[in-house]
């Protein structure tokens, strides 16, 4: 894992990470003063069951609508909502989001970009909102 990859607002947003690259990062990201969360893939095999898994292990507020527009724009939100400039979001199991929809993974990596651009734009750079994809071993892309 590029060591740059926690240090900065700037791009890559997104990384694909066996489970050992991940526990490094969280790891790091700890000491680094990174609120740290995770989705876990298995929760999030349809759109509904992506939008209430997100709303609750992400914290949501209550207002959330459940959709992707908001779903940007409360990721975009992260830092104001857990009051931390310094978001890692772990995926877990990602080969397994939208196991009834193909297209429901794409979507959400899409989602994921927009709100990191949101948070980059919103914050002036201030905000680093980072995204990590956590495959088996064998499926590291």
Not at 13 to 22: C, R, S
Not at 34 to 57: N, Q, Y
Not at 88 to 109: M, N, Q, W, Y
């Amino acid at each position: 894992m590029n060591d740059q990859f926690l240090a900065t607002p700037s791009r890559p947003d997104i990384a694909d990470l066996t489970p050992a690259d991940a526990a490094a990062l969280g790891a790091a990201a700890g000491l680094q003063g990174f609120a740290v969360f995770e989705l876990d893939g298995a929760s999030m095999r349809t759109k509904p069951e992506l939008m209430d898994h997100a709303a609750l292990k992400l914290a949501f507020p209550g207002d959330f609508g459940k959709n992707w527009d908001a779903m940007v724009d409360y990721l975009g939100d992260m830092a104001t909502i857990h009051k931390n400039s310094k978001i890692l979001i772990f995926v877990r199991a990602p080969e397994k989001i939208g196991s009834s929809d193909p297209r429901l993974r794409a979507d959400l990596l899409k989602v994921f970009g927009f709100a990191c651009d949101n948070a980059r734009e919103w914050s002036k750079h201030s905000v680093i909102l980072k995204f990590a994809l956590v495959w088996p071993d064998k499926c590291v892309i």
